[in-house]
Every structure is written in structure tokens, then in C-alpha cells.
């Protein structure tokens, strides 16, 4: 399902960035969190009920409807707890690179062997940096930044109040929006700010 930003409000913005936050919740918290969501929808946001009833029907249940994809299968609360990767980035990387070596679309028996051969030594050659402690990709300031404050509020689940946690993960998200303002403010300067850029980013061009 997509949102129309166009016609809405940042208010609306936010509160669907906090239906996505839902991912960095703990798995046997997400029902009761989209109960909330579900509460402010109503509320708030009637034109959201479609697309709540979407939510629910694939990602959350009830009692007595199993989703197509239970929470405990998307949920990434876990993973930054543990600092593992939230994305198949690595893997769509992986098959990229695959694609590049292979140079054609089907390859015969032959040539495929000799580009799998070439790809194991490739990650056997990267495994041997790694236990050496050499860092294979350097990150973005920003993205270091962005990962440190989710996992920050991630940590720091239990001890803040759900909506303040959705809300802040929600103002660390990007999904190619634009907004005249934060999100979550009520300053109304008029200047656009590109969504698609990190939050220390669209700050400075705040200012």
C-alpha cells in the first residue's frame, strides 16, 4: 500500500513512520502497540483505517487470526540489541556482485562453477581481513550516527513510554518523504526539507 503525502499533513507523516516503527518494537509487544496505533488512527486519522486493516490482516493478527507474517518474523528488536544487521543488504549486495562477475544472464555448468570458485575466494579473502581487524567498508558519519541513536532508544525500550519510542524511532526513519518541516514540530518555516536525507542532515538545512 502507498500514502498520498501530497494532500497530507506531517502529523500524518509521523504516524505512519510510527506504524513503520513498529519493526524496532519487542515481537511480544507489537500487538499491544498497534492496538495504540490503531486507537490514534481512529482518533486522529480515519483516513488511515484502510491501511491499518492492511497492517493487521498481514503483519500483526489478533487472538484469533494469524497474520501472513507474524511479528517474531519481522520484528528487528532483537537484531540491533545484538548489533546484527536489519536488512538483506549483505545478501542483495552479494548477488549484484554475482551478476557483475558473471557478465551474462545464464551462464553454462562451467562458467558458473568458475564464478562461484572465484566469489568463495573473494569472501574467504574478506573473513581473513576481518579476524586481521581490518574494517572491509568503512561506514557514513551519518550512518554510524543514525545506528547509534536507534540502537540508543532501542536499549532503552522498556524504560520510556511507547508513544515517545515510536516517535523517536519514526524521526530516524526515511522513506523518500518530504515535509515543510521536522516532523515532529510545530515550527511552521516554510522551507522544504528533503526527507530522503539523514536526520543531522535535514537539520543543517533547517537552519
Same mark, same amino acid.
Given at each position: 500500500m502507498t500514502l498520498d503525502i501530497e494532500k497530507n499533513s506531517s502529523a500524518l507523516i509521523l504516524f505512519y513512520r510510527k506504524c513503520c516503527a513498529l519493526?524496532?518494537?519487542?515481537?511480544?509487544?507489537?500487538?499491544?502497540?498497534?492496538?495504540?496505533?490503531?486507537?490514534e488512527a481512529r482518533d486522529n486519522f480515519?483516513?488511515?483505517?484502510?491501511?491499518?486493516?492492511?497492517?493487521k490482516e498481514t503483519y500483526?493478527?489478533?487472538?484469533?487470526? +494469524?497474520? &501472513?507474517l507474524p511479528p517474531a518474523f519481522w520484528s528487528v528488536h532483537n537484531r540491533v540489541i545484538q548489533n546484527q544487521p536489519r536488512t538483506n543488504n549483505a545478501v542483495e549486495s552479494w548477488n549484484r556482485r554475482l551478476n557483475s562477475t558473471s557478465r551474462v544472464i545464464h551462464p553454462y555448468f562451467f562458467k558458473?562453477?568458475?564464478?562461484?570458485l572465484k566469489q568463495q575466494q573473494f569472501t574467504e579473502d574478506n573473513i581473513e581481513l576481518r579476524i586481521s581487524g581490518n574494517h572491509l567498508r568503512k561506514q557514513k558519519k551519518d +550512518?554510524? &550516527?543514525?545506528?547509534?541513536?536507534?540502537?540508543?532508544?532501542?536499549a532503552n525500550f522498556s524504560e520510556m513510554d511507547l508513544n515517545d519510542f515510536l516517535r523517536g524511532i519514526a524521526n530516524n526513519m526515511?522513506?523518500?518523504l518530504k515535509t515543510k518541516r521536522p516532523l515532529d514540530s510545530d515550527d511552521s518555516d516554510d522551507k522544504e526539507v528533503d526527507?530522503?536525507?539523514p536526520v543531522t542532515k535535514r537539520q543543517k538545512l533547517m537552519n
Open positions: 519493526a524496532f518494537v519487542p515481537s511480544h509487544m507489537i500487538g499491544f502497540s498497534f492496538k495504540e496505533l490503531s486507537r480515519p483516513e488511515m483505517n484502510n491501511f491499518m486493516k492492511y497492517l500483526v493478527g489478533d487472538l484469533y487470526n +494469524t497474520p &501472513m558458473f562453477t568458475e564464478i562461484i +550512518t554510524v &550516527m543514525l545506528d547509534q541513536r536507534i540502537q540508543t532508544l532501542v526515511s522513506h523518500g526527507d530522503t536525507q
